[in-house]
């Protein structure tokens, strides 16, 4: 009895563990269901990837973005991140899957998942983020045909190319999507067998005989169930490679523009990193945009922005640049010689007029090359607008090219304008003597740290400062190199709703590691002077003139000649303290190891 007794205890401890292990897995389970991003019913997330960390997934699925307008990245329970081409319902679902690794689309390993381990967006191509809502599921569904690839119908169909035009290219393009945007794969001549898998509008989803699929203009392909097309030994039906076409380079740069764009469905010009739509796309252009043309390939140019961006843009909507002049410029006006001014100690010259833009003395300039990131961002998208940094950026950005600067400038840029601007000016300060960066706009400090924010961050959750921002400390590490001098100039100070809506997010606990102003960044050990339009800390004024009270002060200074750039910055502060009335005194923090000089 006394063994039985022994033997029910551990029955009753081992059921007391089960029981327990049981209750641990149902409260995991709850807290997982509550964090899921689940569609519903029977859909399911389409996964075509996964990566270990956020920004290798957001570069995947960008890749996907421009085909898959519906791509999506989520966050894991289990610390992955998943690259997802929307949701859709079975059994359609699987259909549309099958029909895309077919036609080697996607991944053959892809799968539907239902989202009971997502916790939420970290990025999508619709815009939309976050936890589960209702706008983000509707926005995310993938219907009959999204993506270029429409589901395949329940019986194939033969038919064959028919009806081109032998006096012109005599062949049918085969493309990766349904529309001429699309990349080629082949050409096809003249009866060549296909299958029809699909439509979208009036394109089809064709099959060839040797498996590979795409799309093709549904006018030049005839159907015919049972039929098989005679041979033509005159054209030959096999596929025919485009021909390689040779890059011309534009010497000097042609200037040009971004002309009407009013037959297009987007209303804007791609920017694409090679000549061809098959390429990633890394800006969007609008009419107006003046260019330089640096080179062609085709109907390509490959051109570069004012703020430095290269890439390629289709030569159809690109027109040759007219000089700009005003009317006041094309009829000289002449008056009498202007009279010496008594308070002068020698009379003005003939040429030096009031309205006479400052010009650049080349002998009181010194040697070596200059480098300025110059970026002013007031049309935010969810506060409410800045009216100066645009022009604080604009009047500075004159100011250093009369100083020898090369320039450039971004303005009112998106998080992904900002990325692309910043690396265009890493890659161009690797040789420079000199670098300066000058940021206008709303910033702010998070655990000492600060970051600048771009144009359309929301500030929503906890995820949004490695996601929406662009942290100052990476800026300013690659500006810092041996024999180089460095500048960095910040006029971001200013009452900011957008850390007041993040520091809500966070809660009561973390809420307090986000304060007003920037936080004092260490000069480090590079030869660099870090300057802020206020004290660390403290709130900066925007203004009632153009240009903030920092800027103002700044373009005051700057083109001074022999003035050192330690004694112009307790100039500027002396001026910004009186302009206020004491309430703000800029702030900065130098540890250059040699005296520097805009102008000598």
């Not at 640096?294 to 843009?313: D, I, K, P, T, Y």
Request: hydrophobic share 35%.
């Amino acid at each position: 009895m006394h063994q039985l007794g022994i033997g029910a205890v551990k029955q009753l401890k081992m059921l007391g563990i089960v029981l327990w292990a049981l209750v641990c897995l149902a409260a995991t389970t709850v807290q997982e269901t509550n964090a899921a991003v689940i569609p519903g019913g029977n859909g399911g997330w389409l996964v075509v990837a996964s990566r270990p960390n956020a920004s290798e997934a957001v570069n995947v699925a960008r890749g996907y973005a421009s085909r898959f307008p519906k791509t999506t990245v989520f966050q894991s329970s289990n610390g992955w991140f998943a690259i997802t081409l929307g949701w859709m319902t079975q059994p359609g679902g699987n259909r549309y899957k099958a029909n895309l690794q077919s036609g080697g689309i996607i991944p053959g390993d892809s799968y539907f998942h239902n989202g009971q381990r997502f916790q939420f967006a970290v990025w999508s191509a619709t815009g939309i983020t976050g936890g589960a809502s209702r706008s983000l599921i509707a926005s995310t569904r993938i219907t009959t045909g999204s993506g270029g690839v429409a589901s395949p119908p329940t019986t194939s169909q033969n038919a064959f190319v028919s009806g081109l035009d032998p006096t012109g290219d005599n062949y049918l393009s085969l493309r990766t999507g349904p529309s001429t945007r699309y990349q080629e794969i082949v050409r096809m001549g003249l009866n060549t067998p296909l299958t029809i898998l699909g439509r979208s509008g009036p394109w089809l989803n064709v099959a060839l005989a040797d498996g590979r699929t795409g799309w093709a203009y549904g006018k030049y392909v005839a159907s015919a169930p049972g039929y098989a097309p005679p041979p033509q030994p005159s054209i030959a039906p096999a596929p025919v490679t485009p021909p390689t076409v040779a890059k011309r380079s534009i010497t000097p740069p042609s200037p040009g523009v971004v002309g009407d764009l009013s037959g297009t469905s987007d209303n804007f010009l791609s920017l694409r990193s090679g000549a061809g739509t098959g390429h990633s796309e890394i800006a969007r252009l609008l009419e107006g945009t003046r260019l330089s043309l640096l080179a062609q390939q085709g109907a390509w140019f490959e051109v570069e922005l004012s703020n430095g961006m290269r890439g390629w843009a289709y030569g159809q909507y690109v027109d040759a640049a007219k000089p700009r002049q005003s009317a006041s410029q094309s009829v000289p006006v002449i008056g009498p010689d202007p009279q010496p001014d008594p308070n002068e100690s020698k009379p003005r010259q003939r040429h030096e007029t009031a309205t006479s833009p400052k010009l650049p003395d080349l002998g009181t300039l010194p040697e070596g090359k200059r480098v300025a990131l110059i970026i002013g961002n007031s049309a935010y998208e969810h506060a409410p607008p800045l009216p100066n940094p645009k022009n604080d950026a604009t009047d500075l950005q004159e100011s250093l090219k009369r100083l020898g600067f090369t320039v450039i400038l971004g303005l009112d840029q998106s998080k992904i304008a900002m990325e692309g601007t910043v690396r265009a000016y890493v890659r161009s300060i690797q040789d420079a003597d000199v670098a300066l960066f000058f940021y206008a706009g709303h910033a702010m400090q998070l655990s000492g740290r600060n970051y600048l924010i771009p144009i359309d961050a929301k500030l929503e959750d906890e995820t949004a400062v490695d996601f929406e921002t662009i942290e100052l400390g990476t800026v300013l590490d690659y500006m810092n190199a041996p024999g180089r001098l460095s500048i960095a100039l910040l006029d971001a100070c200013r009452d900011n709703p957008l850390s007041r809506r993040f520091s809500r997010s966070l809660g009561v606990s973390r809420s307090s590691q986000v304060e007003r102003g920037l936080a004092a960044p260490q000069a480090g050990g590079g030869n660099i002077l870090i300057g802020f339009a206020t004290a660390p800390g403290e709130v900066a004024l925007d203004g009632d003139e153009d240009n903030s009270p920092f800027t103002t002060a700044l373009l005051t200074h700057i083109e001074t000649p022999g003035l050192e750039i330690e004694i112009m910055m307790k100039r500027i502060k002396a001026d910004v303290y009186d302009s206020t009335r004491g309430t703000q005194s800029p702030w900065h923090n130098s540890a250059l190891r040699r005296e520097f000089y805009f102008k000598n």
